[in-house]
């Protein structure tokens, strides 16, 4: 066992004002970023972009305000960084709907007041869930009600009536009209589960084992768990055919175990299994088949490799300073709103533009990592832990899949690509994040005279 | 815990090293090579978009960019399509690019890196780039002649005429029949595009190939003037040398066949001079020199004629062939018969006008090429065409020898068709049988004035009016051999 990274002679400033001119800046760079699509692809400034500078300037103040009062010690660079993704997605899924606006005329299906109306609902539960969380550790009570939450969301979209099928993967439930993606929420409910399992399990999974080449080996009935986790993610592989889910569930859970355990062991288990599972996938389903032959042999342009290669023709097209907002032609690789957001981005804010938003995200996953650091309590550090490496794994298949470094799945890009579910999931996981860097960067409790009057002290060692 | 999420912090940072240095390579390192992939619309897109510079002749363009409302703001148009078509080639949208479209496609698009400087100055000025201007070496006149001349045969008939100045290399005249009009395929309507391009795709008499540089034919009696050169060359024989004539061959190793000439008639006696032998375009002689000259000698002749090297690399071309297979042995009677243009002899027209040149040239074989001017966008001249000797395909007294004797040809024997009052010209007709089901080819090379040559021009005509014999094949293609070289040395 580890003892808390800080020390109580540290006392963290809050911030809130750096905060404030961040997420200013932050809508500045939105702002901008719609005048540009608007210049680019009509010639002139959007109409509504003077509402829409007041309506995020009233919605930033009403955020801004909320963390104050109720997670005034929170990390001041996540909801900037957010705020900015955020705000590029949308710009970047309007441009798209101008472009198909210009191809099929009135028909034409318009997403960007749909991902407007989405992030605001974001924001009321990011909002929320800093309200009802108002102690990350009342969480852990828990556990099983989020092992079983995400269980449930995961086999939603096996269900008959609600459960729906697009474009090949069986991950959406339809409720009312509205499409969700259950898998998102499941993957925050996981994190809980394995943080609160792995706090209390740690102890028997660390100290048990054998010693094998320098590298401590769990004991094989140890192996359960994890053989458990390998299992639920084969079965989202095989019955809801979504390769990047799979992946990411079953990584978050590799790591979160090596991370509660110390024991380098578990990444060799895990990514034995890993290769065996993939291995296994890319031979005998021919979704996953045809996806690893797209990887490899992306040209001569097919069927198969066409999203893909027009991806990559749209990256290079848009070369090191990119075509500029509204003037590359990112609507010829399907899907550029959702899954090739990113490609989208490169070709029109070029090689600095996609690297910026690289760092972006490389800084979200900083902050999460460090608060996992800062965070006192075991739960929080691995919640934190599990939150930010699950981010940076999707990020990393997402972006790594457009981008040929490995296979292409379907995963979103997070707070960029078109979908509701995505937009939800991933504001809950930053005002989780927040909620622990609330608690960890807030002075201790004046408590200590009490713990020096050795009379109150109940047992003498 | 902290150790652990340490190392997690490490893995993360790679992870996102491995996503810069992707969107680095792709972006920077391998964007040229994605951008000339096929397929890649957005670069399709772009150029056409751009005002592509035209192609010219002398100060007229036979393509040109010129500004529509749509979405591409620019349309290619050929102002007169279907009789530049062999040498612009085609730009559509769908379909990409062939002629000089393609083979100029940096100078014409503007990408070239000759006008990065232009290309700055466009963006400064953010003005629209725009491409630079290609002018050709055709000759007008030369190019309508031949034109009229193809279209002025019977219904059916396919053929080509293509004119060279034989000595610098210069295509004054590419034209064949039938053709096809590139508008049709430059059009935005992609409909429409995709028609015609199945429909043109779907026709069997191939209207999308160039006749002069693609299409190898046997070229029959045309292919005497190499037999004669290897002859000259081999076995040292002048005009006025005894060869053997007669009315058949027969040789050790032909068994029952014998080689009969033309109509089966006699050549003039058993023993008549070479030239006596062009002019009445001998079978016996030309088939019995071939032997005597023996097949490594023929093939280098024809080798050093061009054969076996693609002629031009502007548009595109094959090379013509002297027998199928270089390594095979030929036995007697196809050796003979190679040496009259049949068996697998196989020439483009563009190859035996080359071959027609060189003679005329005092045995200089020409480089051929299609370019000679090439300018940027405001009309400064990047690249001049200059002229290229490939190498001396004869001595200079075999072309002197050869040369009068393919005067002869046109003014007392085979060629008169193709005579011109007051100037030398030198030709030679030529008939082949390709299979007896379809019509024989009728081939005609001359050039002019035989003291200072102007023009050498080989053209060929398929046409089911042709009989078998040269003096007809002559009747056909003969007479537009002669406009194109009237249209060139003004007469």
Redesign the interface.
């Known amino acids: 066992m ?1 003892t808390p ?1 800080t020390s109580p002679a540290v006392v963290h400033r809050k911030r809130r004002g750096a905060e404030a001119l961040l997420v200013a800046l932050a809508l500045v760079i939105v702002i901008f970023a719609f005048c540009a699509v608007g210049l680019g692809a009509r010639g002139k400034v959007p109409g509504f972009v003077a509402g829409l500078a007041v309506l995020l300037v009233v919605i930033a103040v009403a955020t801004h305000l909320v963390v104050r009062f109720v997670a005034p010690y929170a990390d001041p660079v996540l909801v900037p960084l957010v705020v900015a993704l955020n705000g590029l997605g949308v710009a970047m899924i309007y441009r798209l709907d101008l472009a198909r606006l210009d191809r099929l005329g009135d028909e034409a299906k318009q997403f960007a007041g749909r991902q407007v109306m989405w992030t605001a609902i974001g924001l009321a539960l990011f909002v929320a869930v800093l309200l009802i969380v108002r102690d990350h550790r009342k969480l852990q009570a828990y556990t099983y009600t989020f092992g079983l939450t995400a269980l449930v969301l995961l086999i939603l979209p096996l269900l008959p009536v609600i459960g729906t099928q697009i474009n090949g993967a069986r991950i959406w439930i339809r409720v009312g009209g509205l499409s969700l993606q259950p898998g998102e929420f499941a993957k925050i409910c996981l994190a809980i589960f394995f943080a609160g399992y792995l706090v209390v399990k740690r102890d028997a999974l660390a100290l048990a084992g054998r010693r094998f080449m320098g590298i401590d080996f769990p004991r094989g009935r140890d192996l359960g768990p994890i053989l458990a986790a390998w299992l639920v993610s084969l079965g989202v592989l095989i019955f809801q055919r979504d390769l990047g889910s799979s992946l990411l569930f079953f990584g978050l859970f590799v ?1 979160m175990l ?3 355990t ?1 024991r ?1 062991g578990w990444l060799v288990v895990g990514t034995l299994l890993f290769v065996g599972g993939a291995t296994f996938a890319a031979t005998t389903f021919s979704h996953v088949q045809s996806r690893v032959d797209a990887w490899l042999s992306p ?3 097919t069927e198969g490799t066409f999203q893909l ?2 991806g ?9 300073l990119g075509r500029g907002l509204g003037e ?2 990112p609507f ?1 690789t399907p899907f550029a709103y959702s899954d090739f957001i990113f490609a989208s981005f ?1 070709e029109e804010l ?2 600095a533009g ?2 910026a938003i ?2 972006m ?2 800084l979200i ?2 902050r999460g ?1 460090r608060i ?2 800062l965070c006192r309590d ?1 739960f929080g ?2 919640l934190a ?1 599990g939150l ?2 699950s981010f ?2 999707q ?2 298949v997402v ?2 899949g457009v ?3 490995i296979p292409l799945t379907g995963l979103t890009t997070p707070f960029m690509s078109y979908g509701g579910s995505s937009i939800l999931a991933n504001w809950a996981i930053v005002a989780l994040l927040l909620r622990i860097s609330d608690q960890s960067r807030r002075p201790p409790p004046e408590a200590a005279p009490l713990e020096m009057d050795d009379s109150t002290q109940v047992v003498k060692l | 815990m902290n150790r652990p999420i340490r190392v997690m912090s490490i893995v993360c940072l790679m992870l996102f090293v491995a996503l810069l240095l992707g969107v680095n390579y792709i972006q920077f390192v391998d964007a040229d090579t994605l951008n000339a992939k096929n397929g890649n619309r957005r670069v399709i897109d772009e150029q056409f978009a751009r005002e592509r510079g035209p192609i010219l002749v002398g100060d007229r363009p036979i393509a040109e960019s010129v500004p529509v409302d749509d979405v591409w703001k620019f349309q290619r148009r050929y102002p007169e399509g279907k009789l530049y078509s062999d040498i612009t080639g085609y730009f559509s949208y769908t379909y990409g690019r062939s002629g000089l479209e393609q083979s100029q496609n940096s100078i014409l698009s503007g990408s070239d890196n000759r006008l990065f400087v232009n290309r700055v100055v466009d963006l400064i000025g953010s003005n629209q780039p725009r491409g630079g201007s290609v002018s050709v070496t055709i000759n007008r006149k030369a190019q309508r002649a031949a034109a009229e001349g193809l279209d002025g045969l019977p219904g059916d008939a396919k053929g080509a005429a293509v004119a060279i100045d034989p000595s610098t290399g210069a295509v004054l005249a590419m034209t064949g029949t039938p053709t096809y009009n590139p508008n049709v395929l430059a059009s935005h309507d992609l409909d429409a595009v995709t028609k015609a391009w199945d429909r043109l795709n779907a026709d069997e008499d191939q209207p999308m190939l160039n006749r002069s540089t693609q299409q190898t034919l046997p070229p029959g009696s045309t292919f005497k003037i190499v037999t004669a050169a290897a002859a000259m060359e081999n076995l040292d024989l002048t005009p006025s040398s005894k060869v053997k004539g007669g009315s058949a061959l027969s040789a050790p190793g032909f068994g029952s066949y014998q080689l009969v000439n033309q109509g089966g008639g006699n050549c003039g006696g058993k023993n008549i001079t070479l030239t006596q032998a062009l002019e009445v375009s001998c079978n016996v002689t030309f088939g019995d020199l071939s032997m005597k000259v023996g097949q490594a000698a023929m093939q280098a002749q024809a080798d050093a004629f061009g054969f076996g090297t693609r002629p031009i690399e502007q548009v595109a071309s094959n090379p013509s062939q002297f027998t199928g297979d270089p390594d095979a042995e030929l036995d007697p009677p196809q050796l003979a018969q190679s040496g009259i243009g049949q068996f697998e002899v196989s020439a483009t027209p563009l190859q035996m006008a080359m071959a027609t040149g060189a003679i005329a040239n005092g045995g200089a074989l020409m480089k051929p090429y299609l370019v000679s001017t090439v300018r940027s966008p405001d009309l400064k001249t990047i690249e001049t065409a200059k002229p290229e000797k490939i190498r001396d395909a004869i001595s200079g007294g075999t072309a002197a020898g050869l040369s009068q004797m393919m005067v002869d040809v046109v003014d007392n024997g085979t060629g008169s068709s193709a005579a011109i009052s007051g100037v030398e010209v030198g030709g030679k007709t030529g008939t082949a049988q390709s299979t007896s089901d379809r019509p024989p080819y009728a081939w005609f090379v001359s050039f002019a004035p035989a003291d200072d040559p102007k023009v050498a021009v080989a053209v060929v005509v398929e046409s089911s009016s042709t009989g078998r014999d040269d003096i007809s094949g002559g009747r056909l293609a003969g007479p537009i051999a002669r406009s194109v070289m009237e249209a060139v040395i003004g007469r």
């Open positions: 580890s990274a790591v090596y991370v509660a110390e380098p040209f001569p342009v290669t027009q990559l023709f749209g990256m290079a097209w848009g070369g090191l590359g032609n010829l490169a070029g090689l996609a690297m690289l760092l995200y490389g996953v900083e990592l996992a650091l075991a550090k691995l832990t930010a490496v940076a794994l990020v990393f972006v790594g981008t040929r470094i």
